[in-house]
């Protein structure tokens, strides 16, 4: 079974630049997240997608950052314009609904400078 | 407060000693406790998942739950060096509702 994939695995962007990312998440996981760990922190959730629709972004800094889950598989995270304390790993993780387990991807990294 | 309080560490042990790992949390709501084992430069992995008070044991990992603590433990027996890695705790409310995680303990084994 294939895991979680992310793209790009490092970016290093100038502040007020933007950014994306991809995650494609294990197939038939109906919630995905995103969720951002600065280092030596535990990872921070930033949204939850249950299908293509929003569950909880409570966290998500919407002047600067947005995502988007369409036809509920594939997934996009954008920061714009970013900031220094943006730096971050940023990881996406996926799991049946209703199932505590999440299932990791190894992260986008990103250095804003 | 933090809903979930984490010993950053470092830690570091000798090659075949017992390790203790904790957590705190704040919100009695959580029932799903989780450890999940995260090596340098990758993504999470879980370790060890339970549900509500009790011990469970997977080999040499054993995880402790006391809710009326609120309080969790990771114990690893006969440590290897490839037990080197972040050991973060998390725990989530019923439902799905998103786990929350610690700020994790960085361990080191020394052969």
């Given at each position: 079974?294939?895991?979680?994939?992310?793209?790009?695995?490092?970016?290093?962007?100038?502040?007020?630049?933007?950014?994306?990312?991809?995650?494609?998440?294990?197939?038939?996981?109906?919630?995905?997240?995103?969720?951002?760990?600065?280092?030596?922190?535990?990872?921070?959730?930033?949204?939850?997608?249950?299908?293509?629709?929003?569950?909880?972004?409570?966290?998500?800094?919407?002047?600067?950052?947005?995502?988007?889950?369409?036809?509920?598989?594939?997934?996009?995270?954008?920061?714009?314009?970013?900031?220094?304390?943006?730096?971050?790993?940023?990881?996406?993780?996926?799991?049946?609904?209703?199932?505590?387990?999440?299932?990791?991807?190894?992260?986008?990294?990103?250095?804003?400078? | 407060?933090?809903?979930?309080?984490?010993?950053?560490?470092?830690l570091s042990v000798p090659e075949g000693a017992i390790v203790s790992l904790n957590c705190t949390y704040s919100n009695s709501a959580f029932q799903?406790?989780?450890?999940?084992?995260?090596?340098?430069?990758?993504?999470?992995?879980?370790?060890?998942?339970?549900?509500?008070?009790?011990?469970?044991?997977?080999?040499?990992?054993?995880?402790?739950?006391?809710?009326?603590?609120?309080?969790?433990?990771?114990?690893?027996?006969?440590?290897?060096?490839?037990?080197?890695?972040?050991?973060?705790?998390?725990?989530?409310?019923?439902?799905?509702?998103?786990?929350?995680?610690?700020?994790?303990?960085?361990?080191?084994?020394?052969?």
């Amino acid at each position: 079974e294939a895991g979680v994939a992310q793209s790009p695995r490092y970016k290093i962007i100038e502040k007020r630049q933007s950014v994306a990312f991809w995650c494609n998440p294990i197939s038939g996981h109906a919630t995905l997240y995103w969720y951002q760990q600065i280092l030596g922190q535990g990872p921070k959730l930033l949204i939850q997608f249950q299908n293509n629709g929003v569950v909880d972004d409570s966290q998500l800094p919407k002047d600067r950052f947005s995502a988007e889950r369409l036809k509920g598989v594939d997934s996009t995270l954008k920061i714009q314009p970013a900031k220094l304390e943006d730096s971050a790993v940023y990881l996406c993780a996926s799991n049946y609904a209703n199932t505590g387990e999440l299932f990791f991807g190894e992260g986008s990294r990103l250095t804003v400078l | 407060q933090k809903e979930v309080e984490q010993d950053p560490g470092p830690l570091s042990v000798p090659e075949g000693a017992i390790v203790s790992l904790n957590c705190t949390y704040s919100n009695s709501a959580f029932q799903y406790f989780m450890w999940y084992r995260q090596y340098s430069r990758k993504g999470p992995e879980l370790l060890m998942y339970t549900y509500s008070s009790g011990n469970k044991e997977d080999g040499r990992f054993t995880a402790q739950v006391d809710k009326s603590s609120k309080y969790i433990s990771l114990f690893i027996r006969d440590s290897q060096p490839s037990d080197s890695a972040t050991y973060l705790c998390a725990m989530s409310g019923p439902g799905n509702t998103p786990l929350v995680f610690g700020k994790g303990t960085r361990l080191s084994v020394i052969a």
